[in-house]
């Protein structure tokens, strides 16, 4: 079974509108992060979270708002997308410094 | 100054070559280094990560870290066209900051 999942795999969209992503991870781990990768294929982390906890929160909109209900789970819901905001978002987990990344979201904001 | 720095490439080697990455970071006080391997579509995987100066083997893969000049680098010998892939160099201090990756390419 996948360790890292999350879904939806693909999500168009239009601007405005408000979307959500879900992520599971069947590792075990504490530690739970989203990481953006756009267009350029720079990857950026957005937020992390340890055993449903925010640790860190970089410099991301507040329509941008993680939560997570166990320390399985990390969604992510975005308000008002914009169309900057279309790229990959990657889920990871991880034990303590090796990163396990789900299969990615591909957003794409119309 | 970028905190984790790669030539975005593409670097090109023959079949059975030896790939050379190179990854130079801005914090001393970065502890771990990683390299992960991303196929087009596909999402970053782990290859290898490296805490101490020196290097570091793995099969075909040889991870190098030297702190004081801040360098990270990594070798891939007997290069196959499976490992075409873009290489993102990762170092943690506080959080994890990846670099831009290098796109490797190599030709049969």
């Known amino acids: 079974d996948t360790a890292v999942s999350q879904t939806p795999k693909y999500l168009v969209t239009q601007m405005g509108n408000d979307k959500s992503i879900k992520c599971e991870q069947n590792l075990g781990h504490d530690t739970m992060y989203w990481y953006k990768q756009d267009s350029k294929k720079f990857l950026k982390i957005m937020f992390s979270?340890?055993?449903?906890?925010?640790?860190i929160n970089e410099t991301v909109p507040n329509r941008f708002s993680p939560k997570s209900p166990d320390k399985a789970h990390l969604n992510l819901h975005i308000n008002s997308l914009e169309l900057g905001d279309s790229a990959v978002y990657f889920c990871?987990?991880?034990?303590?410094?090796?990163?396990?990344f789900g299969p990615g979201t591909r957003l794409t904001v119309t | 100054q970028k905190e984790v720095e790669q030539n975005s490439g593409p670097l090109s080697v023959p079949e059975g070559a030896i790939a050379s990455l190179n990854c130079t970071y801005s914090?001393?006080?970065?502890?771990?280094f990683f390299w992960y391997r991303q196929y087009s579509g596909k999402s970053p995987e782990l290859i290898m990560s490296i805490y101490s100066n020196g290097d570091k083997e793995d099969g075909r893969f040889t991870a190098q870290l030297n702190k004081a000049s801040q360098y990270v680098s990594l070798l891939i010998r007997d290069s196959q066209p499976s490992d075409s892939a873009t290489y993102l160099c990762?170092?943690?201090?506080?959080?994890?900051?990846f670099g831009i990756g290098t796109k490797l390419q190599v030709i049969p």
């Open positions: 990871a987990s991880s034990p303590g410094d090796e990163q396990y």
């Open positions: 914090d001393r006080g970065s502890q771990s």
């Open positions: 979270y340890n055993n449903k906890e925010l640790i």
């Open positions: 990762a170092v943690r201090n506080q959080k994890v900051t």
